[in-house]
């Protein structure tokens, strides 16, 4: 997998997967406004191996709703890197990167299964799906579509992907059925 400006991942020519080697640690790196994929593709040419987690949203604008790949943090990506071995002052002069997030003098690392658990999220397409463990009862938020940002209660869960919920809408609560992807608990 190669970072590419709609992908999630990025891996260096070599390495084929996330899995950490002995010394390795997940580290964040902050971007520029509206960076990620810029930076990433900076950071993935120069040898690392970069991870920005991204999500399916609606955006509105101009009385139009789109569906479009996001970044799940926006304006953070996750690098691997082992301090002993790697370069990792570059990564602050990368294009697209404005600084690492550090603790006196030396990179911060991620706290361990952090990432891996966001990796755990990840569906075939490349989008982080965190939707998967919703259940029948707990308050959600819609993510996609019209009703997007409302807040409701989870009422049923089916098989086909499909959920009912009660959304909280004018005062009042309104049943609607969604695609479970289009929900995250609240």
């Not at 991942?9 to 084929?16: E, K, P």
């Not at 690098?79 to 990179?107: C, H, Q």
């Amino acid at each position: 997998m190669v970072l590419s400006s709609g992908s999630a991942f990025g891996v260096t020519g070599a390495r084929s997967s996330f899995e950490l080697a002995p010394g390795e640690r997940w580290y964040v790196a902050q971007t520029l406004a509206r960076r990620e994929a810029g930076a990433g593709a900076q950071l993935v040419a120069q040898g690392f191996a970069v991870f920005t987690p991204q999500v399916i949203k609606t955006v509105r604008h101009a009385r139009k709703l789109r569906t479009v790949r996001a970044p799940a943090f926006p304006g953070y990506l996750f690098v691997i890197l082992d301090l002993n071995r790697d370069r990792w002052r570059s990564v602050n002069g990368t294009f697209g990167v404005a600084r690492m997030i550090m603790g006196e003098d030396v990179p911060m690392p991620v706290p361990a299964g952090v990432v891996e658990t966001l990796l755990g999220y990840v569906d075939e397409a490349g989008v982080c799906r965190f939707d998967r463990d919703l259940v029948e009862g707990q308050a959600v938020r819609v993510t996609v579509g019209p009703f997007a940002q409302a807040i409701g209660e989870l009422v049923r869960l089916d098989a086909n992907g499909r959920v009912r919920v009660l959304l909280e809408i004018m005062g009042g609560k309104i049943p609607a059925t969604l695609e479970r992807s289009s929900l995250v608990a609240a």
